[in-house]
Nanobody, 124 residues
Framework: QVQLVESGGELVQAGGSLRLSCAAS????????MGWFRQAPGKEREFVAA????????FYADSVKGRFTISRDNAKNTVALQMDSLKPEDTAVYYC?????????????????WGQGTQVTVSS
């Protein structure tokens, strides 16, 4: 069982930066692929970024590529999402998710554990 707690969401102006963090419980954190998803009002939950065992194994949605960076610290059981050059369309609730293997996937149904979400609002 893995419990995930996100933090770092807030109101920011367009062009600004935010860093989201996800703290995971459990002793086998390094065995899980981790992902970030987001959901805007009235829209389906969408993939943002994912990471395998290390920072050399990452994948991003086209909409955030070059602006967002996912990373993990296996010693601290944390995964972060650095978000730069934020746009109003990045406004959403951001969720951290974990899956039982280290293989990266991009669909929500392939993740086994979810956090409660953190709100990111980008003003124009």
């Amino acid at each position: 069982q893995v419990q995930l707690v996100e933090s770092g969401g807030e109101l920011v102006q367009a062009g600004g930066s935010l860093r989201l963090s996800c703290a995971a419980s459990g002793r086998t954190f390094s065995n899980y692929a981790m992902g970030w998803f987001r959901q805007a009002p009235g829209k389906e939950r969408e993939f943002v970024a994912a990471i395998g065992w290390s920072d050399s194994n990452t994948f991003y949605a086209d909409s955030v590529k070059g602006r967002f960076t996912i990373s993990r610290d296996n010693a601290k059981n944390t995964v972060a999402l650095q978000m730069d050059s934020l746009k109003p369309e990045d406004t959403a609730v951001y969720y951290c998710a974990a899956r039982h293997t280290l293989i990266i996937r991009t669909t929500p149904r392939e993740y086994d554990y979810w956090g409660q979400g953190t709100q990111v609002t980008v003003s124009s």
